[in-house]
Nanobody, 123 residues
């Protein structure tokens, strides 16, 4: 298993930026894909972005493409989500997760989850 701890959430005005961090510990991440999901009040948890730990293509939901960037730092065992041009509809709890297999955009493909960090975007 992998333990995940997110941080970096907060309150920001529309058009602003935030960078979320997810520190991973436990088993080796080399064969995993790291993903970010979000869940707004009253809505289902949805895919935001994913990146294979060992490199390769990154994946984004259409709603964040061009505004969010996922990256990782090997030395720090950390995955980041840089969020620019934030909109009120980006308000949600953001979760980091690890994927062992299955479709990268599918919630069911992810096994380990962090506790989440709240992002609130005011208009």
């Amino acid at each position: 298993q992998v333990q995940l701890v997110e941080s970096g959430g907060g309150l920001v005005q529309a058009g602003g930026s935030l960078r979320l961090s997810c520190v991973a510990s436990g088993r080796s991440l080399s064969t995993l894909t790291m993903g970010w999901f979000r869940q707004a009040p009253g809505k289902k948890r949805e895919f935001v972005a994913a990146i294979p730990w060992n490199g390769g293509s990154t994946y984004y939901a259409d709603s964040v493409k061009g505004r969010f960037t996922i990256s990782r730092d090997f030395a720090k065992n950390t995955v980041y989500l840089q969020m620019n041009s934030l909109k009120p509809e980006d308000t949600a709890v953001y979760y980091c997760a690890t994927r062992y297999s299955g479709d990268y955009y599918n919630l069911a493909s992810y096994d380990d989850w962090g506790q989440g960090t709240q992002v609130t975007v005011s208009s």
